[in-house]
T-cell receptor
Framework: GAGVSQTPSNKVTEKGKYVELRCDPI?????LYWYRQSLGQGPEFLIY????????DSGLPNDRFFAVRPEGSVSTLKIQRTERGDSAVYLCASSLAGEKDTQYFGPGTRLTVL | GENVEQHPSTLSVQEGDSAVIKCTYS??????FPWYKQELGKGPQLIID?????GEKKDQRIAVTLNKTAKHFSLHITETQPEDSAVYFC????????FGAGTRLTVKP
């Protein structure tokens, strides 16, 4: 079956602009995660959804970052007033509800803030 | 919180040789340890994992060992091939996933 998909694959924006990044999890996976990966580093946790609700958003760096998952499937990560330091690859992963540790990643969105 | 350290940061081997990547973790409550392979421009791909009630697991040319007492685990790749070249990440899970900084493996033909 299809894996986790993310769009766009690349996004270039200017400092101060608003961006939305989309994630479509594996069908049937109720758990969804967003991570941020800086160059030369491992992924860092941002937020975790179980169904429609954010079960853990402790990794969001500040209030410019927000994520939603209104129907319990597709999720959107929203970044307001982007800063150059937000440049990174944003990864989405999904898992079955009973196997939260076994996570499958999408290809990521490379965000560049000029 | 959990802290995962990974060594070496880069590893170069000749095709056919073995490669070993080591990780340590700090949280003794961590109970699941996956390994991911990430190729350029792609997301991390789960290649093998081990749970805390198991000491070793093998899948063809890939094996992982876990020493809970010492809080370290290792990835072993035998008979390496050029297509094994990638960045490998270890991770430890206890309610959330913490990743190592990665090892760039290069297999020279």
């Amino acid at each position: 079956g299809a894996g986790v998909s993310q769009t766009p694959s690349n996004k270039v924006t200017e400092k101060g602009k608003y961006v939305e990044l989309r994630c479509d999890p594996i069908s049937g996976h109720t758990a969804l995660y967003w991570y941020r990966q800086s160059l030369g580093q491992g992924p860092e946790f941002l937020i975790y959804f179980q169904g429609t609700g954010a079960a853990d958003d402790s990794g969001l760096p500040n209030d410019r970052f927000f994520a939603v998952r209104p129907e319990g499937s597709v999720s959107t990560l929203k970044i307001q007033r982007t800063e150059r330091g937000d440049s990174a690859v944003y990864l989405c992963a999904s898992s079955l509800a009973g196997e939260k540790d076994t996570q499958y990643f999408g290809p990521g969105t490379r965000l560049t803030v000029l | 919180g959990e802290n995962v350290e990974q060594h070496p940061s880069t590893l170069s081997v000749q095709e056919g040789d073995s490669a070993v990547i080591k990780c340590t973790y700090s949280d003794s409550a961590s109970n699941y340890f996956p390994w991911y392979k990430q190729e350029l421009g792609k997301g991390p791909q789960l290649i093998i994992d081990i749970r805390s009630n198991v000491g070793e697991k093998k899948d063809q040319r890939i094996a992982v060992t876990l020493n809970k007492t010492a809080k370290h685990f290792s990835l072993h790749i035998t008979e390496t091939q050029p297509e094994d070249s990638a960045v490998y990440f270890c991770a430890a899970y206890n309610n959330d996933m913490r990743f190592g900084a990665g090892t760039r493996l290069t297999v020279k033909p």
